[in-house]
């Protein structure tokens, strides 16, 4: 499995951009890069994924370097209610054909007034 | 639109007992489903997942089992619960047509106690 690194807490301003980092130096070349995020409590809920290019949606944009081993997830304008544990991960094929996503321990991200 | 719905939201069982959770997705058909247990303070851990009615995969040696009755139906047992059983269990499904890529949906989970 391709693992991911990423800082344990991250403090961001509300209005400001958050820009969470994320590595995966032993990534794939057909593995994709996926983005949760987990408010307390609830079930972790989907953001984004990429596979080479940027990507960008309704709720952030994903930002993928050429040799794919890094990865910042960019929430434009932080509010208070994006406050949560944000996880990247690296899919890896489940031998039945499932998709299994392995959950690191993510960021905590703070939007503080 | 689609929706997935886990139940019971809270349960507080005695060591020994069986274990029956149940989850239910709605609005598509023939997903990949999933179960995950997330331990106080850690990272989720995906415990079995399924393709089709009755095929179950299971990724870690452990207490529990699943079962897939239904095309949108995906049930997580245990006959005896023990101690360690106790965490945050999430479903969760996907798209299985198209590419493999297809990002995974979570339910929003049940604590689950024992005592």
């Known amino acids: 499995d391709a693992k991911t690194t990423q800082p344990t807490s991250m403090d961001c301003a509300e209005g400001r951009a958050a820009n969470l980092p994320c590595n995966h130096s032993?990534?794939?070349?057909?593995?994709?890069v996926y983005w949760y995020r987990q408010i307390h409590s609830q079930g972790p809920q989907y953001i984004i994924h990429g596979l080479k290019n940027n990507e960008t949606n309704e709720m952030a944009s994903l930002i993928i370097t050429e040799d794919r081993k890094s990865s910042t997830l960019i929430l434009p304008h932080a509010t208070l209610r994006d406050t949560a544990v944000y996880y990247c991960?690296?899919?890896?094929?489940?031998?039945?054909?499932?998709?299994?996503?392995?959950f690191g321990t993510g960021t905590q991200l703070k939007v503080e007034l | 639109s689609q929706t997935i719905h886990q139940w019971p939201a809270t349960l507080v069982q005695p060591v020994g007992s069986p274990l029956s959770l149940e989850c239910t997705v709605e609005g598509t058909s023939n997903p990949n489903l999933y179960w995950y247990r997330q331990a106080a303070g850690r990272g989720l851990q995906l415990l079995f997942y399924s393709v089709g009615i009755g095929q179950i995969s299971s990724e870690v040696p452990q207490n529990l089992s699943a079962s897939r009755p239904q095309d949108r139906q995906f049930i997580l047992s245990s006959k005896k619960l023990l101690l360690s059983d106790s965490g945050f269990y999430l479903c969760?499904?996907?798209?299985?047509?198209?590419?493999?890529?297809?990002?995974?949906?979570f339910g929003d989970g049940t604590r689950l106690s024992i005592l």
């Open positions: 969760a499904w996907s798209y299985k047509t198209g590419s493999s890529n297809q990002p995974q949906h």
């Open positions: 032993t990534i794939s070349g057909n593995e994709y």
């Open positions: 991960i690296v899919r890896v094929l489940g031998t039945g054909g499932g998709n299994k996503l392995t």
